[in-house]
């Protein structure tokens, strides 16, 4: 069974200050994505990552899928009230996900 | 768009009753979940069904039931609630994605999730 943990748990920033997210395995992964879940509503896919040291960018989000494939990170840059919600990482050959990162932002 | 509609997004139920929790997608996914998230605990996989009538234990399937009898809808059943399913159920509908396939069909699709109390 493939353990995801995630880190920090919860994370409280103002708006406009950066941060990173961490997802880390127990064993590798063949694939990984993030997930992104606002109050109220179903996680939304944000990205899929493949490749061992993979970047992707989605707008001011960096994603980064770590060289051995055992864990991944999301940097925000300049965080915005908007991007308030619950960060998800999830492994895609067995539909598991981690516990989340709650972020939110304060303007 | 793709939808998936689950049909009360609150539920109050008492202990020993039967609960269903109806979920429709409108995307014709052959694949389709059932999860439920607990505070610290993130999505927990109950059952899945990659075809009508076919279903597949997740990692926590006691004390739950499935249903599907068409594409689009796969029922969540509990038989006899208890107050430890209490929580957030969310459903999802995927494409049936083989590996080396293009990523881009291997999408879950979340419903807005339906949140069950058991008193």
């Known amino acids: 069974t493939q353990l995801l943990e995630q880190s920090p748990q919860f994370l409280s920033i103002q708006e406009g200050e950066n941060l990173t997210v961490y997802c880390n395995s127990s064993?590798?992964?063949?694939?990984l994505q993030w997930y992104r879940q606002e109050p109220g509503e179903g996680p939304v896919l944000l990205v899929t990552?493949?490749?061992?040291?993979e970047v992707k960018k989605l707008k001011r989000l960096t994603f980064q899928f770590g060289d051995a494939r055992k864990d991944s990170s999301l940097h925000i840059t300049a965080a915005q009230p908007g991007d308030t919600g619950l960060y998800l990482c999830?492994?895609?050959?067995?539909?598991?996900f981690g516990a989340g990162t709650r972020l939110t932002v304060k303007p | 768009d793709v939808k998936v509609t689950q049909s009360s997004r609150y539920l109050v139920k008492r202990t020993g009753e039967k609960v269903f929790l109806e979920c429709v997608q409108d995307?014709?996914?052959?694949?389709m979940f059932w999860y439920r998230q607990d505070p610290g605990l993130g999505l927990r996989l109950i059952y899945f069904?990659?075809?009508?009538?076919?279903?597949e234990k997740g990692d926590i399937p006691e004390g739950y039931s499935v249903s599907r009898e068409k594409k689009e809808r796969f029922s969540l059943i509990l038989e006899s609630a208890s107050t430890n399913q209490t929580s957030m159920y969310l459903c999802?509908?995927?494409?049936?994605?083989?590996?080396?396939?293009?990523?881009?069909?291997?999408?879950?699709?979340f419903g807005a999730g339906t949140r069950l109390s058991v008193l």
């Open positions: 999802a509908s995927s494409f049936n994605w083989v590996a080396g396939e293009n990523l881009a069909k291997n999408i879950q699709y």
């Open positions: 064993s590798v992964f063949s694939s």
């Open positions: 990552v493949v490749t061992g040291g």
């Open positions: 999830a492994g895609v050959a067995d539909m598991r």
């Open positions: 995307m014709d996914h052959e694949n």
């Open positions: 069904s990659y075809d009508v009538k076919m279903k």
